[in-house]
């Protein structure tokens, strides 16, 4: 493999991995994402280490699990001082630059009149070049995008849109949230698709490929806003989708809520968070519709990013795509993330390396910390002490190394334990099992067996042979949890 190749790595927000075309989602148009598939290796059964932004992030940093860093909500940060992958490409002579929205800093207690100033927090944890944005909704501190919308006139109508469909609140940690619409609302973005903020930050990324002049090999970390909440692509992206109707979600069955303990608490949560009362099949069309429209976008402007790569000469560009997290898009009546079913967890991979190769899906589990680790691999770039992490490289050149067992996903002190057939939910600091679901005879997760008798030989392997060796290991917790 190559020693210093270069690396653009591209992470959407929120992108779940069944919405691209070389997914099986033929509504939705991802013709660059499914010429990068074409050329690559797409693996099919990757899970983030949490579905919500900071945990996912945080463990993509460290190559760690949420339980070692304890960053297990949006309130929390990596401790100072933890090594990173970023810090090993430096290691080795890497330019690591990061341009769009990183999500490793706590965005609700800012204090600083622009997003620039925090560039120090991040070249602290391995980047060189800092070009930081933020998600959709980081509006009140001034950052490059909204230095856009202000330019071109739009920064006012953009804020009201976000203003109406925050659900942060003003309240302590969203407390008292300010939503005036529906999570389920489509109402296309007030900013034109020109000015969008995923094609922005595209364009972004096409400049900085096409400036840079350094004799250094790159790692670009290119962080899209969307296509995360609010589905708000603009109409003209939307048009493009003409008759074609997306694909519906697999099931709309509502979670069963008992003997799932405390996990019922972050259920409820998300249901109310959805507007799942008022949430109609004809919702969940329009926002999907929407959020196949946002990702349609950012496939554009990964279509962009790859010739420019290719006008520069950069042929020894391997090209990476990956979202933090997943999208439940209407299953079992939900939309947005946190919860431990499959389309929150799952996220896509697809690895082209320089040149392409034969395609081949890869139907391993594999986990989101995975990546970073063959993003050191592809550098011959040190380990980080502790990691978790292992390189994907093997399967180009048939070393692939042995399947892991399980995948392992957390969120707010829950975690997901998959393996080839199940998904066990467990309630980390009870050790208390609150879903088991048979993958197999139930795709879908809508029959939880964790208190079926026929089931209680395979739980209670599970929780011995999987839930206990992982956290045997105790769970960092920097803050108490609200479902304690």
Request: aromatic share 8%.
């Given at each position: 493999?190559?020693?210093?190749?270069?690396?653009?790595?591209i992470?959407?927000?929120?992108?779940?991995?069944?919405?691209?075309?070389?997914?099986?989602?033929?509504?939705?148009?991802?013709?660059?994402?499914?010429?990068?598939a074409a050329?690559?290796?797409?693996?099919?059964?990757?899970?983030?280490?949490?579905?919500?932004?900071?945990?996912?992030?945080?463990?993509?940093?460290?190559?760690?699990?949420?339980?070692?860093?304890?960053?297990?909500?949006?309130?929390?940060?990596?401790?100072?001082?933890?090594?990173?992958?970023?810090?090993?490409l430096?290691s080795?002579?890497?330019?690591?630059?990061?341009?769009?929205?990183a999500?490793?800093?706590?965005?609700?207690?800012?204090?600083?009149?622009?997003?620039?100033?925090?560039?120090?927090?991040?070249?602290?944890?391995?980047?060189?070049?800092?070009?930081?944005?933020?998600?959709k909704f980081?509006?009140?501190?001034?950052?490059?995008y909204?230095?856009?919308?202000?330019?071109?006139?739009?920064?006012?109508?953009?804020?009201?849109?976000?203003a109406?469909?925050?659900?942060?609140?003003?309240?302590?940690?969203?407390?008292?949230?300010?939503?005036?619409?529906?999570?389920?609302d489509?109402?296309?973005?007030?900013?034109?698709?020109?000015?969008?903020?995923?094609?922005?930050?595209?364009?972004?990324?096409?400049?900085?490929?096409?400036?840079?002049?350094?004799?250094?090999?790159?790692?670009?970390?290119?962080?899209?806003?969307?296509?995360?909440?609010?589905?708000?692509?603009?109409?003209?992206?939307?048009?493009?989708?003409?008759?074609?109707?997306?694909?519906?979600?697999?099931?709309?069955?509502?979670?069963?809520?008992?003997?799932?303990?405390?996990?019922?608490?972050?259920?409820?949560?998300?249901?109310?968070?959805?507007?799942?009362?008022?949430?109609?099949?004809?919702?969940?069309v329009?926002?999907?519709?929407?959020?196949g429209?946002?990702?349609?976008?950012?496939?554009?402007?990964?279509?962009?990013m790859?010739?420019?790569?290719?006008?520069?000469?950069l042929?020894?560009?391997?090209?990476?795509?990956?979202?933090?997290?997943?999208?439940?898009?209407?299953?079992?009546?939900?939309?947005s993330?946190?919860?431990?079913?499959?389309?929150a967890?799952?996220?896509?991979?697809?690895?082209?390396?320089?040149?392409?190769?034969?395609?081949?899906?890869?139907?391993?589990?594999?986990?989101?910390?995975?990546?970073?680790?063959?993003?050191?691999?592809?550098?011959?770039?040190?380990?980080?002490?502790?990691?978790?992490?292992?390189?994907?490289?093997g399967?180009?050149?048939?070393t692939?190394?042995?399947?892991?067992?399980?995948?392992?996903?957390?969120?707010?002190?829950?975690?997901?334990?998959?393996?080839?057939?199940?998904?066990?939910?467990?309630?980390?600091?009870?050790?208390?099992?609150?879903?088991?679901?048979?993958?197999?005879?139930?795709?879908?997760?809508?029959?939880?067996?964790?208190c079926?008798?026929?089931?209680?030989?395979?739980?209670?392997?599970?929780?011995?042979?999987?839930?206990?060796?992982?956290?045997?290991?105790?769970?960092?917790?920097?803050?108490?949890?609200?479902?304690?």
């Amino acid at each position: 493999m190559a020693t210093r190749a270069n690396v653009l790595l591209i992470m959407a927000d929120q992108h779940r991995a069944d919405v691209m075309g070389c997914a099986g989602d033929l509504s939705v148009q991802t013709p660059h994402l499914d010429d990068l598939a074409a050329h690559g290796l797409r693996f099919s059964r990757v899970s983030c280490q949490g579905p919500l932004c900071m945990p996912a992030r945080a463990s993509f940093l460290t190559e760690r699990y949420v339980r070692d860093h304890g960053v297990y909500t949006n309130w929390a940060e990596v401790p100072d001082g933890w090594p990173t992958y970023l810090q090993a490409l430096q290691s080795v002579g890497y330019h690591t630059a990061m341009l769009g929205k990183a999500h490793l800093t706590r965005d609700d207690e800012l204090s600083v009149a622009h997003v620039d100033q925090l560039a120090p927090q991040l070249v602290a944890r391995g980047f060189t070049e800092v070009i930081e944005t933020g998600d959709k909704f980081t509006t009140a501190t001034a950052n490059r995008y909204t230095d856009h919308l202000a330019e071109r006139g739009l920064l006012d109508r953009y804020r009201q849109h976000l203003a109406d469909r925050s659900y942060h609140g003003e309240g302590e940690r969203g407390v008292h949230a300010t939503k005036q619409v529906s999570m389920w609302d489509a109402t296309p973005s007030p900013v034109p698709l020109a000015d969008y903020i995923d094609t922005w930050h595209g364009d972004a990324a096409v400049q900085w490929i096409e400036d840079y002049d350094r004799p250094d090999p790159y790692f670009l970390f290119v962080g899209f806003p969307g296509p995360h909440d609010p589905w708000d692509a603009p109409a003209e992206a939307v048009e493009r989708w003409g008759a074609v109707s997306p694909d519906p979600p697999s099931s709309t069955r509502r979670p069963d809520l008992e003997h799932v303990g405390a996990y019922g608490g972050l259920l409820r949560g998300m249901l109310d968070l959805s507007d799942t009362d008022t949430m109609t099949d004809e919702a969940i069309v329009g926002m999907r519709r929407a959020y196949g429209a946002n990702v349609s976008v950012i496939d554009h402007a990964v279509g962009r990013m790859v010739d420019a790569v290719g006008a520069r000469g950069l042929e020894d560009t391997w090209i990476i795509y990956t979202s933090d997290h997943g999208e439940m898009g209407g299953n079992h009546r939900m939309m947005s993330k946190c919860v431990l079913y499959e389309p929150a967890v799952r996220v896509p991979l697809i690895i082209r390396p320089p040149g392409g190769c034969s395609p081949l899906v890869v139907g391993d589990l594999v986990e989101h910390i995975d990546v970073p680790a063959t993003v050191r691999a592809i550098a011959a770039a040190p380990e980080v002490p502790n990691s978790d992490g292992r390189s994907l490289l093997g399967h180009l050149d048939g070393t692939a190394p042995e399947p892991r067992s399980v995948a392992v996903s957390e969120n707010w002190g829950f975690a997901s334990f998959e393996t080839d057939r199940y998904r066990l939910v467990v309630d980390e600091d009870r050790l208390l099992a609150c879903q088991l679901f048979d993958l197999e005879a139930d795709p879908v997760e809508d029959v939880n067996l964790v208190c079926e008798a026929a089931a209680a030989d395979v739980l209670a392997h599970l929780m011995a042979t999987v839930v206990g060796p992982f956290l045997a290991t105790p769970a960092a917790r920097p803050h108490p949890s609200p479902f304690a």
